[in-house]
Antibody, heavy 119, light 112 residues
Framework: QVQLKETGPDLVQLTQTLSITCTVS????????VHWVRQPPGKGLEWMGS???????DYNSAFKSRLSISRHTSKSQVFLKMNSLQTDDTAKYFC?????????????WGQGVMVTVSS | DVLMTQTPVSLPVSLGGQVSISCRSS???????????LHWYLQKPGQSPQLLIY???NRFSGVPDRFSGSGSGTDFTLKISRVEPEDLGVYYC?????????FGAGTKLELK
């Protein structure tokens, strides 16, 4: 069955770099896209960026040049890397499978990883 | 960016009752391919969002027919009839017509 699982640190120091891995199963990264969404504690959802099945990426300009998304297709992993972390980057980070071709939606989500940025 | 305005913020309901949630976008969500990419998600406490309705009015697999979506252009509505305990949580609309994709701020459905 389709599964996504995020792994990463609980705590990251101010101004440091966050690295999170999304490991997927039940589908291929060369067939489906994977997107990243985050949610600060008690707040709403924010789309961060996408890894397309062809290997291209798109980013929310709100993250300027801080964000990078990459993948290792044979390991079924998608990586999020974001630098210069600030306290307002404290959030739960989700990866989600994106279904395109007339649907353009997120049908399966990981359980998320909660990251706290500490000074 | 497309601003998604969801109302109300909080929605008290009695079990068995009916409620509506509104989602308005700052620009039309009709894509150049003719589709309108407006979707509804429910996030239960401590869980990740789950898809309820896609492309305005289509129920996702396994979603009961108590949930229905409607609307067009910039104005959309999610209706829930015969509310059950498992329907409680925060509802979000999502537009994926334009980049960046944007979510509404959420509507918390809670017991009266």
């Amino acid at each position: 069955q389709v599964q996504l699982k995020e792994t990463g640190p609980d705590l990251v120091q101010l101004t440091q770099t966050l690295s999170i891995t999304c490991t997927v199963s039940g589908f291929s990264l060369t067939t489906y896209n994977v997107h990243w969404v985050r949610q600060p504690p008690g707040k709403g959802l924010e789309w961060m960026g996408s890894m397309w099945n062809g290997g291209g990426t798109d980013y929310n300009s709100a993250f300027k040049s801080r964000l990078s998304i990459s993948r290792h297709t044979s390991k079924s992993q998608v990586f999020l890397k974001m630098n210069s972390l600030q306290t307002d980057d404290t959030a739960k980070y989700f990866c989600a499978r994106h279904l395109y071709y007339g649907y353009n939606l997120f049908d399966y989500w990981g359980q998320g990883v909660m990251v706290t940025v500490s000074s | 960016d497309v601003l998604m305005t969801q109302t109300p913020v909080s929605l008290p309901v009695s079990l068995g009752g009916q409620v509506s949630i509104s989602c308005r976008s700052s620009q039309s969500l009709v894509h150049s391919d003719g589709n309108t990419y407006l979707h509804w998600y429910l996030q239960k406490p401590g869980q990740s969002p789950q898809l309820l309705i896609y492309r305005v009015s289509n129920r996702f697999s396994g979603v009961p027919d108590r949930f229905s979506g409607s609307g067009s252009g910039t104005d959309f509505t999610l209706k829930i009839s015969r509310v059950e305990p498992e329907d409680l949580g925060v509802y979000y609309c999502l537009q994926s017509t334009h980049f960046p994709h944007t979510f509404g701020a959420g509507t918390k459905l809670e017991l009266k």
